[in-house]
Nanobody
Framework: QVQLVESGGGLVQAGGSLRLSCAAS????????MGWYRQAPGRQRDLVAT???????NSADSVKGRFTISRDNAKNTVYLQMNSLKPEDTGLYYC??????????????WGQGTQVTVSS
């Protein structure tokens, strides 16, 4: 299985910024779409933003204009730049990637999550 490791989370005041990184490792043949999800305590896991090979992105309305997703294919890494953070952005942020190890079979790989806490 491909491993995804998130980093860059932490505690920040409202209005501040954080940049999350997610690096994929293992026997990777190719990675297609990559993205970020988040889950607050007692809440469902929600989509934050996704990015495909062409560079086209999609983001949740709640973060549109504040968060920017990008990727570095040479490093098998996806980033999430988070600006103007709000307390409601607090949660465990998960990286996801659609990967194949053989060029034939594709599956969704998930990271273990990185905590983002925004204080008021």
């Amino acid at each position: 299985q491909v491993q995804l490791v998130e980093s860059g989370g932490g505690l920040v005041q409202a209005g501040g910024s954080l940049r999350l990184s997610c690096a994929a490792s293992g026997r990777i043949f190719s990675i297609n779409a990559m993205g970020w999800y988040r889950q607050a305590p007692g809440r469902q896991r929600d989509l934050v933003a996704t990015i495909i090979d062409s560079g086209s992105t999609n983001s949740a309305d709640s973060v549109k204009g504040r968060f920017t997703i990008s990727r570095d294919n040479a490093k098998n890494t996806v980033y999430l730049q988070m600006n103007s953070l709000k307390p409601e952005d607090t949660g465990l942020y998960y990286c996801a990637a659609d990967v194949t190890t053989n060029g034939v079979n594709w599956y969704r790989s998930w990271g273990q999550g990185t905590q983002v806490t925004v204080s008021s």
